[in-house]
């Protein structure tokens, strides 16, 4: 995983949060296949503006 030019190397069961308006990119850079779950919390959504 690369957030905001920084290289995270996770392991099953790791997890890593960060404000989604910064650069990033899911990078898996070995032979191996590799699944990951998302979520994503956007403030303020369903609520009157």
Do not use: K
């Amino acid at each position: 995983m690369e957030v905001d030019g920084n290289h995270y190397d996770l392991a099953p069961g790791d997890a890593l949060s960060f404000y989604g308006d910064v650069a990033h990119a899911y990078i898996n850079s070995t032979d191996n296949s590799a699944r990951f779950s998302l979520t994503v919390f956007e403030p303020d959504v369903g609520t009157a503006h």
